[in-house]
């Protein structure tokens, strides 16, 4: 118990003095972060106006009205902008395969799948939680949503297995980059993907499609229905009350089957050697 302690002890030391790192880094180059600090909040409230229009131009949006969307949205951000913070570099793992980035993290007695999101903390991402917070606050407000304790509790449980099914999803698709030996940039493919289908409700698409996207990938429990739950909307797959734990189970098992896959991958890096 004492070497776990020890271990978890370290870890995060190492965290805290990578996001301070981090943080120094950005001081040096303040006009960068201010430019981070304008862009990311127009571009998601920008295309939250772009929802608010479309409702006010053609009514709900299957059974959601403004407010409804605004909970949805604020919540799908928020997640997308945590995972940017700690899981960003799954996007780019081919380029560290590529260049024998992994010798560094090889050579050192910590996990390597730790090393390579942890030691590299994307501070950049906190400028996404702005209209994160924004949006959800006044979807809140719109919804009359009560912060009673166990709404705040499924609040932060599905926010935390929101954030791991994204980055579990971006160690996938990162670590097919050990077989296909490319340096494939998963980012923009990765973020379509989820802005198209956690951004709005689920329930818009073909029952086929929400299928797929709620037993065989599950970006459906990201937010759509865990946000119904809290909500109180009924949805395609009715969780009786556990849809929150449904996201936070489903973000450890697809944490979990990234790293299985990412190890397995990692035993066929070659290195940076010819």
Same mark, same amino acid.
């Given at each position: 118990?004492k070497k776990v302690?020890?271990c978890?002890?370290?870890?995060?030391r190492?965290?805290?003095?990578t996001?301070?790192m981090?943080l120094?880094?950005?001081i040096e180059?303040?006009s960068?972060?201010?430019?981070w !600090? =304008?862009?990311?909040?127009?571009q998601? *409230? @920008? %295309?939250f106006a772009?929802?608010?229009?479309a409702?006010?131009q053609?009514g709900?949006?299957?059974?959601?009205?403004?407010g409804?969307?605004?909970?949805?949205?604020?919540?799908s951000?928020?997640?997308?902008?945590?995972?940017?913070i700690f899981?960003?570099?799954?996007w780019?793992?081919?380029?560290?395969?590529?260049d024998?980035a992994?010798?560094?993290?090889?050579t050192?007695?910590?996990?390597v799948?730790?090393?390579f999101?942890?030691?590299?903390?994307?501070i950049?991402?906190f400028t996404?939680?702005?209209?994160?917070i924004?949006?959800?606050?006044?979807g809140?407000v719109?919804?009359d949503?009560?912060f009673?304790?166990?709404?705040?509790?499924?609040?932060?449980?599905?926010l935390t297995?929101?954030? !791991? =099914?994204?980055?579990?999803i971006?160690i *996938? @698709? %990162?670590s097919?980059s050990?077989?296909?030996k490319?340096a494939?940039?998963?980012?923009?493919f990765?973020?379509?993907?989820?802005?198209k289908t956690?951004m709005y409700?689920l329930s818009?698409?073909?029952?086929a499609m929400q299928?797929?996207?709620t037993?065989l990938?599950?970006?459906?429990?990201?937010?759509?229905?865990?946000?119904?739950e809290?909500?109180?909307?009924?949805?395609?797959c009715?969780?009786g009350?556990m849809?929150?734990?449904i996201?936070?189970?489903?973000?450890?098992a697809?944490?979990?089957a990234?790293?299985?896959?990412?190890?397995?991958?990692?035993?066929?890096y070659?290195?940076?050697?010819n």
């Amino acid at each position: 118990m004492k070497k776990v302690h020890f271990c978890l002890a370290h870890h995060l030391r190492v965290t805290m003095y990578t996001i301070k790192m981090a943080l120094l880094t950005i001081i040096e180059y303040p006009s960068n972060i201010l430019g981070w !600090l =304008i862009s990311n909040p127009i571009q998601f *409230l @920008l %295309g939250f106006a772009t929802i608010k229009f479309a409702v006010e131009q053609f009514g709900e949006i299957n059974g959601w009205d403004y407010g409804q969307l605004a909970f949805l949205y604020g919540i799908s951000v928020i997640s997308h902008a945590l995972s940017m913070i700690f899981f960003v570099q799954g996007w780019f793992m081919g380029y560290y395969v590529i260049d024998g980035a992994f010798d560094r993290f090889l050579t050192r007695p910590m996990s390597v799948l730790y090393q390579f999101f942890f030691t590299n903390i994307n501070i950049f991402g906190f400028t996404d939680l702005i209209p994160g917070i924004l949006v959800f606050l006044y979807g809140c407000v719109q919804t009359d949503f009560a912060f009673t304790v166990s709404n705040v509790l499924g609040i932060i449980v599905m926010l935390t297995g929101a954030v !791991l =099914i994204r980055g579990g999803i971006y160690i *996938l @698709l %990162g670590s097919t980059s050990f077989w296909t030996k490319s340096a494939n940039d998963f980012g923009q493919f990765t973020q379509e993907i989820f802005d198209k289908t956690t951004m709005y409700p689920l329930s818009m698409y073909p029952e086929a499609m929400q299928l797929i996207l709620t037993f065989l990938i599950p970006i459906g429990w990201v937010s759509f229905y865990p946000a119904s739950e809290l909500l109180g909307m009924k949805t395609l797959c009715s969780s009786g009350g556990m849809g929150v734990w449904i996201t936070l189970a489903a973000g450890i098992a697809t944490m979990l089957a990234a790293g299985l896959v990412f190890q397995t991958g990692l035993k066929k890096y070659e290195s940076a050697g010819n």
